[in-house]
């Protein structure tokens, strides 16, 4: 583990012109960089690098970040792999955290086995080229499936003789002690003794997604295949292996990811290999398991674009729903294709040229409310059977971040199904607060005591609500329209823009407390303390928890907002921070003024102003189209009327508020 103080001096040391210049042509452009953005097919210069920020944006496709970040987006680096790439340029020695003999001990552990793994692939791969069964059996298997030289060795695949003991043997030949055999499931102990574990099989190593071999798959071949209960054999879980958060074929793929933008989803190894051979190289496999969390994350770093491809028989069906909720609930956009019944990825694909291939998934991939309009709820008549199917389709919904895009499927949902959109609305919150709830009895709550410092802490002014009978209340978001959400992001971003600038600068000196104590309070616990003291939250996710990081790290001496976010090792969050703090981020309207002009502190109280103003002015646009919509229902008139007022009466005292000067 390289050490903080290494870290720091890497990070110092790097210079963004010097790392973007390996892969990119720049000109000077003022007292900037630019260039074609590398990370699409960029005619006009989009890419600014900025020397003075030590950081990189496309006006475009919003890519770029730190020289870590860079290399993380650019090279499909991890952090640590983006740290050893600089230190090895700026000539700085990697010093390691000082570690304890057990944890020395894991270590050595690990990499033996990792030593022991690339051995073995070499072993089977070179018996699969060279040796005469290996060359009679298992390049005719692979040859019979069609599968070409090239793929093979891109691949690494390879060949597990039949002798029960010939890899153990051959392994300890060379030196490497049999626990690590054992520990990697490459070789089984028994009161016997020890023998191979996928002796006769065809080899199909698992590589991670930096490119080391942490597992295998041994295949029984075709004419061994009758009778057999299992046709494939996949190691255990080990120290370095655990199937639930590891994709085949994700170091082979995982630049196509980048540049397509979008990930196939098959089941096996052929499949994977046969979508390789025929041109389309952005596909991995879960194998047969089903989705986990952690392999959606793996796969969000590379895109948010998903097609799951399976083939169209009830098998493929049910691995198609497997994992659903959960990708829709990490922010992926789904797509699903299952092709014609009685053809799989990889019969299909041998089939069909790369065009046909391209062609027929593009026409014929649905998104999932299409499919599972199809699958739960059309032909079918018995109103109870149709309205469980309606009721999962919308659970599934329920479950998306991304409040607009809940709000389109819903409305296209009611345009399939015929039914009003107000109830699938009134149905969906409901589930959306069921969700709310299963999760807080997941999550126990936080104490008092856990809380942040600055919860405590009395506001130094009043907030606008604070002098009103009732607090601001946000729309309920899947009613708001996109213009709606639009206008209420844009300050959000601007709110946002100030917490990466200056989230670490004091605008309040000396705040007495609860118990009475002086403190002071920065950009990020101020807006902090104004919104949650009605609730409030930022719309997007990632907002919200750039804000409550910046919060959490307000009190560490020596932070910085932007250089903390701006070289985060989450590409998601330096990505934003890197576009918020490039000069040239601007916002529209009466939002963009105010960023502008006024001392910070002035800035911050308009913006948390402004930001409550497009919830309430929200909130009425919501109320207003709830009355058009009330028709003959007096009482609901009635309250919605009394809704209405008060609504108005608490937007025209903060607009009165926002068209004055701030005293304080």
Known sequence: MIDRATVDKILDAARIVDVVGEFVTLRKSGVNYKGLCPFHDDRNPSFMVSPSKNICHCFVCGKGGTPAGFLMEHEQMTYPEALRWLAKKYNIEIVEKEITDEERQQQSERESMFIVNEWAKDW?????????????????????????????????????????????????????????????????????????RFSGRAIFPWLNVSGKVVAFGGRVLDSRTKGVAQKYVNSPD??????????????????????????????????????????IENVVANSGTALSMPQIHMLHRFTSNITLLYDGDEAGIHAAMRGTDMLLSAGMNIKVLLLPDGDDPDSFARKHSTEQLRRYIDDNQTDFITF???????????????????????????????????????????????????TLIAELNKRVRKNLEDKAKERPSQTAQQAPAATAIAPPIAPPAAAISQPVQPATANAWTEAESESRMKVELLLLREIVRHGEEVIFDDVETDDGQQVSINVAQYIDLDLSQDGLQFVAPLHQRILEEAVAHSGEAG??????????????????????????????????????????????????????LDIVEQRLKHIQRQLRQASSDMEQTMELLREHKETKELRDMLAKRLGSDLVV
Do not use: W
């Open 238 to 279: 080990s120290d370095i292996y655990h199937k639930e958060r590891e994709l085949y074929g994700i170091y082979q793929a995982k630049k196509a990811i980048v540049k397509e933008d979008r990930v196939f989803m098959v089941e096996g190894y052929t499949d994977v290999i046969a979508m390789h051979q025929a041109g």
């Open 124 to 196: 089977y791969h070179d018996i699969l080229k060279n040796d005469a069964d290996g060359i009679a059996i298992g390049k005719q298997y692979f040859r019979s499936r069609g599968i070409r030289d090239d793929i093979i060795e891109k691949f690494q695949l390879g060949y597990a003789p039949h002798r029960r003991d010939a890899l153990c043997k051959a392994a300890t030949a060379r030196g490497y002690q049999q626990q690590y055999l054992v520990k990697t499931g490459l070789c089984i102990e028994n009161d016997r003794g020890l023998y191979d």
């Open 372 to 422: 599972m309009t199809r699958l739960t709820i059309q032909n079918v008549d018995d109103p109870v059977k149709r309205s469980e199917g309606i009721g999962n389709i919308v659970q599934s919904i329920s479950v998306i971040p991304d409040q607009i895009l809940r709000s389109t499927y819903i409305t296209d949902l009611s345009q399939r199904i015929g039914i009003k959109e107000q």
């Open 559 to 612: 932070f910085k907002a932007e250089t903390y976010f701006c070289s985060n090792a989450d590409m998601e969050v330096s990505q934003l921070a890197t576009r918020l703090a490039m000069d040239r981020h601007q916002l529209g309207g009466r939002f963009a003024m105010q960023a502008r002009e006024g001392s910070l502190r002035q800035r911050i109280q308009h913006l948390v102003m402004d930001y409550r």
